[in-house]
Structures are given as C-alpha cells and as structure tokens.
C-alpha cells in the first residue's frame, strides 16, 4: 500500500529528512509521491534533484495526498494545522503528528473532531531504515493503522502502543540513540587510552554495539544473560562491570532516562 500512497511531509528537519530518506530508500517507491516543506527550501535541493516536490506552500504541499506527516516543533503544531485545515479532508487524509507532548486530543481541536489522527515517534535511525517508531492513533480503521505501520516499518520496526506511553516512548526509542551514542563516545575514549588510534577504536566499538544489538533480537535473550556469558571468574569482564558499577554506571543512565522523562512531562 505504501508505494502508491502520497505522502508530504511539512517540516523537514532532521527527523523529516531522515524519514523522507528511508521512504526513497524503499523499492518502487516513487519520488514523485513525495512532497517536502521548509521555510528554507534551499536545503532540500538533494530531493529536488531526485523528483521529490519540494515547497514552502504547506497548503498546496498536502493537496491530494493521503499522509500528511507533521515534522515541526510542538510550538509550531496548532498554528500549522489552523493554516492547512481548510484544504484538509478529514475522512480520507491521514495526520500523522512527529511531535513530542503534543496530544491527539489538540490535533483534533485544530482540524475537525472527524480527522483521522495518529501520533508516531521514530528516530534519526530511520535515515538507514533502523528506526523503532512508536505510535497510536483515534478515528483510524485497520486499513489505516495498517498504511501508518507500513510506512514506518519501511524506515525499521513500528510498535502501537496506548496514547498515554507516548511521552517514555520518546525518551526510551529518540532520545535513547543519543543515550546509547554518548555510552559509545566513552568506550571509544576509553579504547584511546588504552592504545587505540580513534578510527580503529571507533570500528571496534561500532561493530561491537551492532554485535550486542544483533545478539538480543536474534536470541531474544535479556542484557544479563547475555552478560553471564562472557563473565568468568577473577576476569577481566566482570572487574570492568563492577567499576562501572561502584561509579554509578546503571544508576547514571536510569536517572538521565527519568530526567528526560520529567522534562517532557512538564
């Protein structure tokens, strides 16, 4: 279904742009269903030269589409969807929200009550079609929940979860990449110190990260068990793991997901 549908979407930041690399990324998807928005067109020449449509006009972008994908700032949300309602059809026309804190409930009270909303949340992975996307959804049917998780399983995984797990879905699959890159920044500073230069650090800490990740889906194994594995007794494993542990490792990254869950909540 996703590769006859039309999609705009308006706002092309980071997390627009990626998701618009991962659908032209996707066999038999054609540029010319996409059409892509931002005050500064000048930066989206790249799609330009692959027959995406690119425009500032958010009104004329969502004219005859089936998806319109909000990439804005939560600011910028009502005031977009109070300019484009007028040309929206609310019984065929999808509104997917990218938005962090901003409700179904408010998406509605900028369009019509009859809008067929959803609210997704992926990551810049989605830019290598490795995105985990999180979303739910109101007025929708199953063919329509069915068009959404295609399309973003086309840029990784999709999970539908209740409204109300939007905001830790935000801080566990979006903010958890810089989490998990800023752990990496540390091991590779690590491997210098030990004797690495910083390219052969960095494709051992990459591949060794990827590794890790590989072994839980494929296994379907729990971090620990996986752990038990590769730490013998009076080695050197499981003396690293105990200093991270007396300084705070777990603790640290528990506290930064809660505290980035608190900054949402307010």
Do not use: W
């Amino acid at each position: 279904m996703i590769l006859q549908a039309k999609i705009a979407v308006i706002g092309c930041g980071n997390l627009g742009t990626a998701i618009a690399r991962g659908l032209l990324s996707i066999d038999g998807f054609k540029a010319k269903n996409l059409t892509l928005t931002k005050r500064n067109i000048s930066s989206l020449k790249e799609f330009e030269e692959q027959g995406v449509a690119i425009t500032s006009n958010n009104s004329q972008a969502i004219q005859g589409v089936d998806i319109v994908i909000l990439g804005v700032k939560p600011y910028n949300v009502g005031p977009i969807l109070r300019e484009i309602r007028a040309n929206l059809d609310p019984k065929k026309q999808i509104i997917v929200s990218l938005a962090t804190g901003v409700t179904i409930s408010e998406i509605l009270e900028n369009t019509t009550s009859e809008s067929i909303a959803f609210r997704a949340m992926p990551n810049i992975a989605a830019d290598i079609q490795e995105s985990i996307t999180c979303i739910c959804a109101k007025n929708a049917n199953s063919d329509q929940i069915a068009l959404i998780t295609q399309l973003f399983d086309s840029i990784g995984q999709t999970v539908e979860i209740d409204e109300g797990l939007m905001e830790a879905a935000t801080v566990l699959g979006a903010c958890g990449i810089a989490y998990v890159l800023r752990f990496m920044r540390a091991m590779i500073q690590g491997g210098i110190q030990i004797g690495f230069d910083s390219t052969t650090a960095s494709r051992i800490v990459n591949q060794t990260v990827k590794g890790a990740a590989e072994l839980m889906i494929q296994k379907n194994m729990h971090p620990e068990e996986a752990i038990d594995k590769v730490t013998t007794p009076k080695g050197c494993t499981i003396v690293g793991l105990n200093e991270m542990e007396h300084q705070g490792f777990s603790s640290a990254m528990v506290k930064g997901v809660l505290a980035s869950f608190k900054k949402i909540e307010k």
